[in-house]
């Protein structure tokens, strides 16, 4: 069988630091129209552990004139980065935050060199069986739903400003309106928030929320305490009426509800009840959809915008249930390997096929 070079292509364009003396796997070497090897390659298998060696497989011929030197084994080294948190102070309101990034933190570079005194020929082309360290450096991290908090370890895994994009995220969400109002009632009853706190936003926004809390030893006192001061109407009554309201619409088109007195009397315009609650819940039937409905006032979100904006981050992500925190992040390497066959005058050939190892 009459052994034949293959025509080179264009450089692939990786640029390598590396061990073998060669910045870049062909564009050194070789121009369009410039005989080289012929190679072709597999792996043992697409994983393999950090720290050991991966096992291979080449096959390369040369033209009769030419005479194989060595071959080698070139790889970059990528990385993925996942993390996740979600929210676990109230599971009234679904949220999580993630974040995935995939980048070459190597580029390729020779790992691997082997004499052609190492290959066999086996008729028709020359084979050669070897194996490719990797750093055990390389190795996956993994930190998922962990029992204490570690700042330095978060720091240093997930990105700059993801703490503070959460929670002005979750603070929002919480307060751009009602949306979500039984979640932000719940994060009221339980966290714990000191009457000193409530006395500055009234003091702040002109509002009167409860200074007088009980908390004790029994943190569940506290919830039932402030559980009870929240309170709105749920079933229809004339004793629950406290008064009314109405509607108009404004010039730019939006609705405008106009609360009025028990006793208001205007016969041009329809009323409909506003019942009993808590002095920040604005509790009324809502004709459009037949029920009773709540809300938080809006002279009194902004209060309670400040309140929930000084909870940490890692108090937004603990799950009480099971005592730890609802983070994730997970670090693993691939390996984007290419095998490459160098003759006697330099002439480098390299295989097409790009052979990825992930570690593990």
Avoid at 129 to 150: F, I
Avoid at 159 to 177: G, I, Q, W
Avoid at 208 to 221: A, C, F, G, S, V
Avoid at 301 to 327: C, G, H
């Amino acid at each position: 069988m009459k052994l034949q070079y293959k025509l080179s292509i264009l450089a692939l364009g990786l640029v390598a630091f590396t061990s073998c003396d060669i910045h870049d796997p062909v564009d050194d070497v070789a121009d369009p129209g410039q005989y080289v090897p012929t190679c072709y390659w597999e792996v043992g298998s697409t994983t393999c552990k950090a720290g050991e060696s991966f096992s291979f497989q080449g096959k390369y011929y040369t033209e009769a004139e030419f005479t194989p030197d060595h071959s080698e084994v070139w790889y970059s080294v990528l990385r993925e980065e996942n993390a996740s948190a979600g929210m676990k102070l109230t599971s009234l309101m679904a949220y999580t935050k993630t974040y995935s990034k995939t980048d070459t933190v190597r580029s390729s570079q020779c790992y691997a060199t082997f004499p052609h005194s190492l290959a066999e020929w086996d008729g028709y082309e020359y084979v050669i069986k070897g194996e490719v360290p990797t750093s055990s450096q390389l190795a996956p991290k993994v930190w998922n739903t962990p029992e204490t908090w570690d700042q330095a370890r978060f720091d240093g895994y997930f990105p700059a400003n993801f703490e503070e994009e959460f929670c002005a995220d979750v603070v929002n969400r919480l307060t751009r309106d009602s949306t979500y109002y039984s979640a932000l009632r719940d994060v009221y009853m339980k966290y714990p928030f000191p009457n000193s706190q409530f006395a500055e936003v009234n003091a702040k926004y002109g509002v009167n929320l409860p200074t007088d809390i009980k908390y004790t030893e029994d943190e569940q006192e506290a919830v039932t305490d402030k559980a009870n001061r929240w309170f709105a109407t749920t079933e229809a009554s004339e004793e629950a009426i406290i008064g009314y309201y109405y509607k108009t619409v404004d010039a730019y088109g939006n609705t405008v509800i106009h609360e009025v007195p028990k006793d208001y009397v205007n016969p041009e315009v329809n009323l409909y009840p506003v019942y009993n609650a808590a002095e920040w819940v604005f509790c009324r039937y809502d004709d459009d959809l037949g029920a009773i409905i709540s809300t938080v006032r809006a002279k009194y979100m902004p209060a309670f915008k400040d309140l929930v904006q000084t909870i940490k981050f890692e108090e937004w992500v603990y799950d009480s249930s099971n005592r730890n925190y609802n983070i994730a992040f997970d670090r693993k390497y691939s390996l984007q390997s290419r095998f490459r066959v160098v003759d006697n005058r330099g002439n480098v050939g390299t295989a097409y096929d790009v052979r990825v190892i992930s570690l593990n």
